[in-house]
């Protein structure tokens, strides 16, 4: 693996790094504490070129790789949560997959938007009774003549409220299990029957939207299906797959962030009559830090320098996200303990850092899950 970026890597991360400094930072606590959809901004990711990273110029995009992607995710993250997994999921979960099964047709009619920031895209996979478990579908899709009748309920959808545009994923044939599932992109102005009844209030990124879909009776053209049918759990998975290394990715951003902040603060803040830099135990917990961020991005890279080789990289997405981030949540952590009780108050940031990081642990498979993946190819030699 080269550990040098390359030139259009640089760019893409400069261009990230500059953004996030001047347009993301002065509003980040602001729209975190009023749990408000940062519009503008998210506007601005898209005119940038942030919001369709992986996706060919041809479609709107940018026409970037995946190591690209990271490091624009972690610039992002290391100043905003919210905003890093708004772009996340747009990129890993909606962008990609179209991409990589859509038609042309529904490439023109549902990425280039998207990619380009013009609208925003959501991936609807998990329901009530669904989470770990993504077999476990009970949103039907029945076929009638060209259409199929959608009706179920999907929960923690990131993007949901403000997205156009969701991959929904649906079962087609109960009696199939996983290999019944298909997926659909749906649209909910085109579509009546596809509400939005509530939106979740949070620990963390409280500025992105966890939306509930409800669908009733909703029409949908088969020519919305992406892919065959009964390929939507293959689809799934592998939009996953990719999704961890931006999940990775932003958890890494995480953990620099707070870093940086604790490192400003154990230099500035003094503590019998010295800087608590000075003090050995707090010199350790700094050192730490670094040494697991550092290893946490040579996971990332590893990862996403595998998925643009074309080759394996799903058991290495799995360790650069299990890794990451149980990584970004011991770093908030122990930088909200230099800051003291200042910590644990918003004007000095970290616990912001803190609570958006508890949630990497969780979506696009929780830490446990990515512990099963891991060992699945450990003990099948695929490691």
């Not at 309920?153 to 969701?166: D, H, L, M, S, Y």
């Amino acid at each position: 693996m080269n550990l040098d970026l390359t030139d259009e890597q640089r760019m893409i991360r400069d261009v990230a790094r500059d953004f996030a400094e001047r347009e993301v930072r002065p509003i980040a606590a602001e729209i975190d504490r009023d749990a408000r959809f940062p519009h503008e901004t998210v506007k601005r990711m898209g005119e940038l070129g942030l919001m369709g990273i992986l996706t060919p110029e041809k479609w709107g995009g940018t026409g970037g790789d995946t190591v690209a992607y990271a490091v624009a995710m972690e610039e992002i993250a290391r100043v905003c949560g919210s905003h890093a997994v708004v772009m996340s999921v747009n990129n890993s979960l909606f962008c990609d997959p179209i991409g990589k099964y859509g038609t042309d047709a529904q490439k023109e009619k549902f990425l280039t938007p998207v990619a380009s920031g013009h609208e925003i895209g959501c991936f609807a996979l998990t329901e009530p009774q669904a989470g770990s478990d993504a077999t476990n579908q009970h949103t039907l899709a029945l076929r009638d003549g060209d259409h199929y009748v959608v009706n179920g309920r999907k929960v923690f959808i990131t993007n949901g409220r403000e997205a156009g545009a969701a991959l929904v994923f649906v079962q087609t044939d109960v009696t199939k299990g996983s290999r019944g599932i298909s997926a659909l992109l749906i649209e909910k102005s085109a579509h009546p029957g596809f509400t939005v009844p509530k939106c979740e209030e949070k620990l963390g990124i409280r500025a992105s939207d966890t939306a509930e879909f409800l669908f009733e009776d909703c029409r949908v053209p088969i020519a919305n299906r992406l892919g065959e049918e009964g390929h939507g759990f293959t689809i799934a998975m592998a939009s996953l797959d990719g999704g961890r290394i931006g999940i990775a990715a932003q958890a890494l951003g995480l953990a620099v962030g707070a870093y940086e902040k604790a490192l400003a603060y154990a230099r500035d803040r003094k503590s019998f009559g010295v800087p608590i830099a000075e003090h050995q135990m707090v010199q350790w917990m700094l050192a730490d830090m670094a040494v697991a961020i550092e290893g946490a991005r040579l996971l990332v890279w590893q990862a996403a320098s595998l998925k643009d080789a074309g080759r394996p990289f799903s058991t290495q997405s799995a360790m650069a996200k299990l890794f990451a981030a149980d990584m970004a949540m011991k770093v908030t952590t122990d930088a909200v303990q230099i800051h003291g009780g200042y910590g644990f108050i918003r004007e000095y940031e970290v616990e912001r850092f803190f609570r958006d990081a508890k949630v990497t642990q969780i979506y696009e498979g929780t830490s446990q899950i990515q512990k099963l993946v891991i060992a699945r190819a450990v003990l099948g030699g695929k490691a």
